[in-house]
């Protein structure tokens, strides 16, 4: 396997290798680390791109966002919360730094909830 094979995701205090093109939610979830806040862990759209629960600020290149990503992104409470991205449609195409802000969208920036 080359060396562009494989990139790393730093999430609450962890670094982790995965495959590139891997999806972000399913790469998170399955190192038992959820991108949704409180109760959206349970109410969530299961990675579809409707509900914006997994939105997250990412350091790295994620290319453009997609038309699902578009559309949920431009209604409240995201519209107002630039800079957001919505794990679950992002595939991983560079090493990337996530961090989750507060609230049940995760689009309040006062307060980072990225420690382990």
Do not use: Y
């Amino acid at each position: 396997m080359e060396k562009d094979d494989k990139f790393h995701i730093s999430f609450k205090g962890k670094t982790w290798a995965v495959e590139a093109g891997s999806n972000l939610r399913a790469a998170l979830l399955k190192e038992n680390l959820s991108p949704h806040n409180g109760a959206a862990q349970w109410l969530n759209c299961k990675g579809l791109g409707t509900c914006g629960t997994c939105a997250l600020e990412i350091e790295g290149n994620l290319g453009p966002l997609n038309a699902r990503e578009k559309w949920r992104l431009n209604f409240p409470p995201h519209k107002e919360a630039n800079q957001l991205r919505l794990a679950c449609q992002i595939k991983v195409q560079s090493d990337l730094k996530l961090q989750k802000h507060t609230g049940f969208w995760g689009e309040k920036k006062g307060e980072v909830l990225d420690k382990p």
